[in-house]
């Protein structure tokens, strides 16, 4: 695609309930983040994928959350057990891979607003 | 990482140009400095990116002292379209690194007529 696609691009659900949230990175794109965005806040950053290498999960906030990707393409988010603070836009990234001396740009999603009652 | 240093919020008229300061004290010699602008409801997109002295492209200009220990993105005549959140970062130059895009607060900039 043309971006970098989010769906579903608002999402509620009752406490204590998983969901998914799915990223489409832009095609040919190695690198591949998300992030939570709070009300009136920065980005939080969550986890990072670089093509087939360990996934950076630093900033996943608690072992509820979780991500996958396979390979290059489609990522999924997931949160079980839904909290009320869960509740925040969640944004995904992606670049190309960065070369040597140079990190590129990365471009972002829509976002998926989660809104837990 | 180095971390970043930026005002919360700023106030601007039309037509003015606009000086947004980044402090980066404990830059590393093979980190980025990257800038971000986010609308309401949308993602961030890229602005501009350097590494030291001045870079400009059609949207903005940044400015780089040698010391590389700040930043300053000059938006020239802004305009109510600008109203937006600016993110400063600083980003290692290497791959596999997570932290290359971590955000900090930003800062609001208003617009106003």
């Known amino acids: 695609g043309a971006g970098v696609s989010q769906s579903p691009s608002n999402k509620v659900t009752e406490k204590g309930k998983d969901v998914e949230l799915r990223c489409d990175p832009i095609s040919g794109h190695t690198a591949l983040y998300w992030y939570r965005q709070r009300l009136g806040q920065g980005l939080e950053f969550l986890i990072y994928f670089q093509g087939n290498s360990a996934p950076d999960k630093s900033g996943l906030p608690s072992d509820r959350f979780s991500a996958e990707r396979t390979g290059e393409s489609v990522s999924t988010l997931t949160i079980q057990r839904t909290q009320q603070e869960d509740s925040a836009v969640y944004l995904c990234?992606?670049?190309?891979?960065?070369?040597?001396?140079?990190?590129?740009?990365?471009?972002f999603g829509q976002g998926t607003r989660l809104t837990v009652v | 990482l180095a971390k970043t240093t930026q005002p919360i919020s700023m106030d601007s008229y039309e037509g003015q140009e606009v000086n947004i300061t980044c402090s980066h004290n404990?830059?590393?010699?093979?980190?980025?400095i990257t800038w971000y602008q986010q609308f309401p409801s949308q993602g961030p997109r890229f602005i501009i990116q350097g590494y030291k002295t001045k870079v400009t492209n059609e949207v903005a200009s940044l400015f780089i002292p040698a010391d590389r220990k700040s930043s300053t993105l000059s938006l020239p005549r802004v305009s109510l379209s600008d109203t937006a959140v600016y993110y400063c970062l600083v980003a290692r130059g290497t791959h596999n690194y997570g932290q290359n895009f971590v955000f900090g607060p930003g800062t609001r900039l208003s617009v106003l007529p």
């Open positions: 404990n830059i590393a010699t093979n980190d980025y």
């Open positions: 990234a992606s670049s190309t891979r960065i070369s040597s001396g140079l990190n590129t740009e990365a471009f």
